[in-house]
């Protein structure tokens, strides 16, 4: 079964410091990634996706992440923190073997990035 | 702005009652998704929709129902509401097997 976890609860950075949003998963075959970020009473906003090809992808707002297969990892991360950059991200997988019908999105529970001025 | 719509965008009923959410996907999108986010559940899968017919389904209580009409919208129905289903419900859309696009989602106030 796909699953996603995002160990870290809360991340605290302060701005101008890099920062790491991390992420594994456990999917079946080879997987389709998502980084989401929500703002407060807003709805999900896709950032970037890892679909094959280079491990490192680049998404919105500076982001990137870095598809690591053998340590199942799809880490989020940005050189230099903004205060604007505090909101809460979401990592997600998708089984890509689901063919027409579009397999569901699976999501972590989410991590609380917070840059302090 | 993702292109996906819901209505309304917030909600307060008394407990008992029944609401009717609704999506419309961006143009094209034949899968829509369900979800449902309260504080202490997180991002939880309700139900899956591609092209009219129900694909999957997840934590969907069975006084929820849902449904996809042939111009693709949706309605998520939730009725005999208690306190606990109070919630931000969102809906997402997709046309590939690749990124959703969500919506702004519904407050679901019960008092």
């Known amino acids: 079964a796909q699953s996603v976890a995002q160990p870290e609860d809360q991340v605290n950075v302060a701005e101008g410091n890099p920062l790491t949003v991390k992420c594994t998963y456990s999917?079946?075959?080879?997987?389709?990634l998502f980084w989401y970020v929500q703002y407060p009473n807003r709805g999900l906003q896709f950032l970037l996706k890892y679909i094959t090809g280079d491990n490192l992808v680049k998404g919105s707002y500076g982001f990137e992440a870095e598809f690591n297969k053998s340590q199942t990892s799809f880490h989020l991360k940005k050189p230099s923190a903004l205060v604007s950059d505090s909101a809460l991200y979401f990592c997600a997988v998708r089984d890509p073997n689901r063919g027409s019908t579009l397999g569901r999105l699976y999501f972590g529970r989410g991590t609380q990035l917070t840059v302090w001025p | 702005d993702s292109g996906v719509t819901q209505t309304p965008k917030h909600l307060i009923t008394a407990t008992g009652q029944r609401v009717t959410l609704r999506c419309s996907p961006r143009?094209?999108?034949?899968?829509v998704y369900w979800y449902q986010q309260s504080l202490d559940q997180g991002l939880q899968f309700l139900i899956q929709y591609y092209n009219g017919e129900e694909r999957a389904k997840g934590n969907i209580l069975e006084r929820f129902s849902a449904q996809q009409f042939p111009d693709l919208h949706s309605e998520l129905n939730l009725s005999s509401l208690e306190l606990g289903d109070s919630a931000l419900y969102f809906c997402?859309?997709?046309?590939?097997?690749?990124?959703?696009?969500f919506g702004q989602g519904t407050r679901l106030t019960v008092v």
């Open positions: 143009s094209g999108d034949l899968s």
């Open positions: 997402a859309s997709s046309s590939s097997n690749t990124e959703a696009f």
């Open positions: 999917v079946s075959g080879n997987p389709y």
